[in-house]
T-cell receptor, first 114, second 113 residues
């Protein structure tokens, strides 16, 4: 597709369960980002992948959160032992190589932990 | 500016008016600035960007102004339309855009016909 694709669009899970969120970036984009957006809030940075470099994990809120990017393309964000405070929209974005190129976002996965 | 909690700053305008949305930042090393529009249920959509070596940039019906002296960024929307109703975020980065993008809290624009 032409844009960033995320799946599922909605996920309801029980507290304590693990979830996996998927992101397909725009083809050819070397950088991939995960952000979290809570209701009525701005975007909170989680993790950043750039090419083959080690990812910047500085935004991950706890060790229950992890992400990987396979083959420099698809990325999966995993949340283990989900808590109610993990409920949010998880947004993925990708960016082309080059200075000052903007991020292009998917429509997000809305996660609800009950 | 910034807001805390669930209540976004809101700008209400009439259709056809010009809208100005403001953003203040604190990191003087910021060198790349972007405005995004987010409609309900969708991800942020890129509107316009500006580098720190510029103070003004125009797009279709939108203008971004950058004042590095007072660390202020604004988005002007000409002849605002009901379809412009959304939450608008400013975002910034440094190192020519290679750093992670930091977002403001957002401003809700409501356009009444």
């Amino acid at each position: 597709g032409a844009g960033v694709s995320q799946s599922p669009s909605n996920k309801v899970t029980e507290k304590g369960k693990d979830v996996e969120l998927r992101c397909d970036p725009i083809s050819g984009h070397t950088a991939l980002y995960w952000y979290r957006q809570s209701l009525g809030q701005g975007l909170e940075f989680l993790i950043y992948f750039q090419g083959n470099s080690a990812p910047d994990k500085s935004g991950l809120p706890s060790d229950r959160f992890s992400a990987e990017r396979t083959g420099g393309s698809v990325s999966t964000l995993t949340i283990q032992r989900t808590q109610q405070e993990d409920s949010a929209v998880y947004l993925c974005a990708s960016r082309a190589w080059g200075v000052n190129s903007p991020l292009h976002f998917g429509n997000g996965t809305r996660l609800t932990v009950t | 500016g910034e807001s805390v909690g669930l209540h976004l700053p809101t700008l209400s305008v009439q259709e056809g008016d010009n809208s100005i949305i403001n953003c203040a930042y604190s990191n003087s090393a910021s060198d790349y600035f972007i405005w995004y529009k987010q409609e309900s249920g969708k991800g942020p959509q890129f509107i316009i960007d500006i580098r720190s070596n510029m103070d003004k940039r125009q797009g279709q019906r939108v203008t971004v102004l950058l004042n590095k002296t007072v660390k202020h960024l604004s988005l002007q929307i000409a002849a605002t339309q009901p379809g412009d109703s959304a939450v608008y975020f400013c975002a910034l980065s440094w190192n020519s855009g290679y750093s992670t993008l930091t977002f403001g809290k957002g401003t809700m624009l409501l356009v009444s016909p």
